[in-house]
């Protein structure tokens, strides 16, 4: 594929990410993505190789989770000349939405969309800073099927192989581009 991203440049990418031990709790090392995204090179590659993923399909939307899917879909809907659609926590959305409650470790939470959101048949993009377990994902995945939507892929810019959150979407183009076996 054209414009791919090299091996070096992803080197170079992770290398801009931050681990912190012990967060948000003891045993976990958390990858902070914010020392990622302050670097103007670098959150321009990590943009450039998310969309180069997708330039070559006609994608209509990228959906953005909240809160940092917010941070990855505007730039890359720009990149892709698509729109943009917030999928937001409860009671942030002013028209009429859909909404969804999926289950987590420690309990639930709740995803919504704009009702008119998407047109049947459109075809999108779901993004999200990190692949973990898959929930959100698969939660934000029923609400655009809910609306009609096609999803032409998922794109993450994290993903953490060993917790094995893309097993749950064999169907779905999945594209992560850090990856993180532990």
């Known amino acids: 594929m054209p414009n791919e991203i090299k091996p070096?440049?992803?080197?170079?990418?992770k290398a801009l990410v931050r681990?912190?031990?012990?967060?948000?709790?003891?045993?976990?090392?958390?990858?902070?993505?914010?020392?990622?995204?302050?670097?103007?090179?670098?959150?321009?590659?990590?943009?450039?190789?998310?969309?180069?993923?997708?330039?070559?399909q006609k994608i209509d939307l990228v959906l953005g989770?909240?809160?940092r899917g917010f941070i990855f879909g505007p730039a890359l809907a720009y990149r892709l000349n698509a729109g943009?659609?917030?999928?937001?926590?409860?009671?942030?959305?002013?028209?009429?939405?859909?909404?969804?409650?999926?289950?987590?470790?420690?309990?639930s939470d709740t995803?919504?969309?704009h009702m008119d959101a998407i047109q049947p048949g459109q075809r999108v993009v779901l993004v999200d800073?990190?692949?973990?377990?898959?929930?959100?994902?698969?939660?934000?995945?029923?609400l655009v099927k809910e609306l009609g939507g096609e999803i032409a892929g998922l794109a993450f810019a994290v993903e953490l192989d060993f917790l094995k959150g893309r097993a749950r979407f064999p169907e779905y183009d999945v594209f992560s581009l850090l990856h993180y076996d532990e």
Request: hydrophobic share 45%; glycine share 6%; proline share 8%.
């Open 129 to 142: 800073d990190l692949l973990a377990t898959g929930g959100t994902m698969e939660a934000t995945i029923k």
């Open 65 to 67: 989770i909240e809160a």
């Open 84 to 107: 943009f659609v917030p999928v937001r926590k409860p009671r942030k959305l002013p028209a009429p939405v859909a909404r969804v409650t999926y289950d987590l470790e420690y309990g």
């Open 19 to 56: 681990t912190v031990p012990d967060f948000p709790k003891p045993g976990i090392l958390f990858y902070d993505i914010t020392t990622l995204l302050k670097d103007r090179t670098g959150f321009a590659k990590m943009i450039d190789a998310m969309a180069a993923h997708y330039l070559e």
């Open 111 to 113: 995803l919504e969309i």
């Open 8 to 13: 070096a440049d992803v080197e170079a990418l």
